[in-house]
């Protein structure tokens, strides 16, 4: 299983990262921005799919898809997208470990990644809502909303951390995402600080964390 889902974030990553630079060197950023325009809803939808798949199944990269919904769709759509992905998706993880138990995560996302959701310690995170919500910040986010749920955390404390978490960090990468596309240097040196500024807040939530 572990190797599968390696096999596969190497297959995303590349994939995603081939596909784009081809598309940009055919059809160039603003040709290809029209052109995911005139697909509609699909485009967006596709990669809130794809990210949704790299929350349940967390070896497959996610961060990819923040940029590339900046890149591809702006910034207001990409957020939108990357934001309402996250709250369907990490609260789909949370509801199969809260409501099934070890078993069914572990068949998902494999030993390794299993051992890496029980390091966490649960009960402490429901008891310090600022330091869930920090470490739900953090690039761990998906094995976190599993380990929230494994732990017994009740929905209406994970919901608040969870939503908070994400309208800052989602911001950020697809900020980048958007910035670079765009070549918007003020955009990106603002999401570029967000980014030391977020990295701050997770290494002293991590450093918070109970051993």
């Known amino acids: 299983m572990n190797k599968i889902q ?18 940009i060197q055919n059809y160039g950023i603003e040709p290809l921005r029209n052109k995911i325009e005139s697909m509609g809803i699909w485009a967006p939808f596709g990669i809130f799919i794809l990210r949704g798949v790299s929350i349940i199944l967390p070896a497959l990269p996610s ?5 590339l919904a900046g890149s591809l769709l702006g910034f207001q ?9 996250d709250i369907v998706f990490c609260q789909a993880a949370f509801f199969i470990a809260r ?7 572990r068949n998902l996302v494999g030993t390794k990644a299993m051992k890496k959701i029980e390091s966490f310690n649960q009960n ?16 761990l986010f998906d094995f976190l909303s599993y380990a929230i ?4 955390t009740r929905w209406k404390i994970f919901t608040p951390a969870l939503l908070i978490s994400l309208l800052i960090s989602d911001s950020i990468l697809v900020a ?3 910035g670079v596309s765009q070549g918007a240097g003020l955009f990106l040196g603002i999401a570029l600080l ?18």
Do not use: C, D, H
């Not at 390696?6 to 598309?23: C, R």
């Not at 409501?99 to 995560?105: A, F, K, L, T």
């Open 176 to 178: 980048v995402g958007a």
């Open 99 to 105: 409501n099934y138990g070890r078993v069914p995560v």
């Open 149 to 152: 749920g494994i732990g017994g």
């Open 124 to 139: 402490q995170l429901e008891e310090n809502f600022f330091l869930m919500t920090g470490l739900l910040m953090t690039g």
């Open 6 to 23: 390696k096999f596969l974030s190497v297959v995303f990553f590349i994939a995603i990262f081939v596909v784009l630079i081809y598309l």
């Open 194 to 211: 967000g980014m030391f500024a977020l990295a701050t807040i997770s290494g002293l939530a991590k450093n918070k964390m109970p051993k």
């Open 77 to 85: 759509k990409g957020y939108i997208t990357i934001v309402f992905s």
């Open 63 to 67: 961060s990819a898809y923040s940029l």
